[in-house]
Each structure stands twice: as C-alpha cells, then as structure tokens.
T-cell receptor, first 115, second 114 residues
Framework: DADVTQTPRNRITKTGKRIMLECSQT?????MYWYRQDPGLGLRLIYYSFDVKDINKGEISDGYSVSRQAQAKFSLSLESAIPNQTALYFCATSDLGTSGGNEQFFGPGTRLTVL | AQSVTQLDSQVPVFEEAPVELRCNYSSSVSVYLFWYVQYPNQGLQLLLK??????LVESINGFEAEFNKSQTSFHLRKPSVHISDTAEYFC????????????FGTGTRLTIIP
C-alpha cells in the first residue's frame, strides 16, 4: 500500500464550486505539505503544517484553505474554484529523522480541472 | 531565502548517450540539495540528495550529482541514458537541518530518443 495517498485522483468541477482534496499518510510523519504543479512553473508551496496545531501559508495560499484533522490527514479546500486553479496538486510529508526533515515524500497527485 | 534555477526546460538525448541536467541555486546559508524525478503520470520520487560530506552523490540507477559550492551548482549527470530515464527532473534546495521547506526549480523534461 502507498504511504501517502490522495483522493480523488482526478476531479472536474465548475467555477464557483467548493472542492476538497484529501491526503492521508501512514508514514507517521508530523510534517505535511500541499503543492500545486503547473507546466513550466515547477512545484509551488500552498500550505504546510508541522503538527496538528500548526498551519502555515506557503507562497501561493490565496484562494485555498487547509485543515489538519489528525497527524495523518491534511485536507486542501478551494472555497470557490476558479479556472486558474486548474493544476496538478501534490501532498507531501517529511520528518526530522529523515535528512533533518528536508526529504519529502510525495503522494501520486490529484489532477483538478476547473471549467 | 533560497532559489533554484534550471535553465533547460527540455533536454532531448539519444539512447546510450551521456546527459547533464543543470541546476544552480542561491542561498545565504548552508544548504541541502535534492534531485527529484517524476515519471509520466506519477508523483515525485527522490533520486539523490546532498546533505554533507562527499560532494559527489550517486543514485541506484546510475545518476550522479556533484555539489559545487563555489559555483553554487548541483548538476545531474548520467554517462549512458536509457529509454526508462524519460521523465521530468526537479532540483530542490532547503536551508538545512530542521528547515523543512523545499524550494523547487521549474523542472527539466528529459526525452530519450531511440
């Protein structure tokens, strides 16, 4: 079984709809991240969380919110989706015990299309 | 703050030829450096990393990268590529132990020509 899972894997929605992307991990890591990937732009950090009570904005947090429901779960929400949020979204985890917390482990991604 | 530059967005290479994917970084502090690989329709996987010690690091599938502090580079090389190496490669930097935020480059798409 995969250590980092994301649901759904693909989603098509309409402008203005609320969307939630979910991430679960069985690695026991305390740090979790959400990125979006766009062609030619690489990965950009949306939000990150170092433990259940810690939430931090990344470089492109506008239009997104997150919830850390448990150590193993980190959800990303788009309150009112817009077409330029069409992208590939990745969840990742890390732990201080692995390369000082710098090595991140990625889920398979969620492809989101906003029409 | 750190930044990463991957100048080549696409690199086509004939099978069994050598390849170099370039990565330059900027940082005011000591860094950790990573190469991640993304195969088609998959997530990112760690290919290799430099944390400290030997400046030449290797992966299990024949890639290597050398940390060059004076040139602020961490170029990825392979002496002979295979079709299975077709993927997108991302260089990433972080500011060392306990600083878990990675800054990624824009990626280099490696295409192997049979």
């Amino acid at each position: 079984d995969a250590d980092v899972t994301q649901t759904p894997r693909n989603r098509i929605t309409k402008t203005g709809k609320r969307i939630m992307l979910e991430c679960s991990q069985t690695k026991g890591h305390d740090r979790m991240y959400w990125y979006r990937q766009d062609p030619g732009l690489g990965l950009r950090l949306i939000y990150y969380s170092f433990d259940v009570k810690d939430i931090n904005k990344g470089e492109i947090s506008d239009g997104y919110s997150v919830s850390r429901q448990a150590q193993a779960k980190f959800s990303l929400s788009l309150e009112s989706a817009i077409p330029n949020q069409t992208a590939l979204y990745f969840c990742a985890t890390s732990d201080l015990g692995t390369s000082g917390g710098n090595e991140q482990f990625f889920g398979p991604g969620t492809r989101l299309t906003v029409l | 703050a750190q930044s990463v530059t991957q100048l080549d967005s696409q690199v086509p290479v004939f099978e069994e030829a050598p390849v170099e994917l370039r990565c330059n970084y900027s940082s005011s502090v000591s860094v950790y450096l990573f190469w991640y690989v993304q195969y088609p329709n998959q997530g990112l996987q760690l290919l290799l990393k430099y944390l400290s010690g030997s400046t030449l690091v290797e992966s299990i599938n024949g890639f290597e990268a050398e940390f060059n502090k004076s040139q602020t580079s961490f170029h990825l090389r392979k002496p002979s590529v295979h079709i299975s190496d077709t993927a997108e490669y991302f260089c990433a930097v972080s500011a060392g132990f306990g600083n878990e935020k990675l800054t990624f480059g824009t990626g280099t798409r490696l295409t192997i020509i049979p």
